[in-house]
């Protein structure tokens, strides 16, 4: 099995809309997922994502198949993960830690002196994942429709 974790290319981008669509449909029936999903929308080109300078896609792969996709976009000092999905039969073979590291790796080159992501509750995968990279909370943002 040859895995890998690279930055994407203009290639990529058909198979990284398909991931974000995965991606979306899974965040439906989470726990603040719509509203996520609201606040958040779709990358509208990915071949133009991939191309700018103020952001950086990561993929990582399996025998070639592109199976999980990292965003990052440069902020100032802090680079945030805007989003991370790993196809659920991937999950546990490292592909979302090699990405991550891969990302904070290049931040640093930047001169970003932080990283910051969102985990929905209950998401325990990408908990798990930030708290891996030494990645924590550092605030709880609460919500309730009226």
């Known amino acids: 099995m040859d895995e890998q974790v690279r930055p994407a290319t203009v290639a990529d ?8 669509r995965e991606a979306r449909e899974a965040l439906i029936e989470q726990r603040g997922g719509p509203q996520l999903l609201a606040e958040q929308p779709p990358v509208a080109d990915w071949a133009e994502l991939i ?3 103020d952001a950086e896609v990561y993929v990582g792969a399996i025998d070639g198949v592109i199976l999980a996709l990292l965003e990052v976009a440069y902020l100032g000092e802090v680079a945030v993960v805007r989003q991370v999905y790993v196809e659920p039969e991937a999950r546990e073979l490292g592909l979302g830690d090699w990405m991550l590291a891969a ?3 290049a931040a640093r080159g930047r001169g970003c002196s932080a990283v910051e992501g969102t985990a929905l509750p209950g998401d325990r995968n990408t908990k798990n994942l930030y708290e891996r990279a030494g990645v924590t909370a550092r605030k709880i943002t609460v919500w309730k429709r009226l």
């Not at 981008?13 to 974000?20: G, M, N, Y």
């Open 13 to 20: 981008a058909p198979a990284l809309a398909q991931l974000e």
């Open 51 to 53: 191309e700018r300078t």
């Open 103 to 105: 990302a904070m790796d």
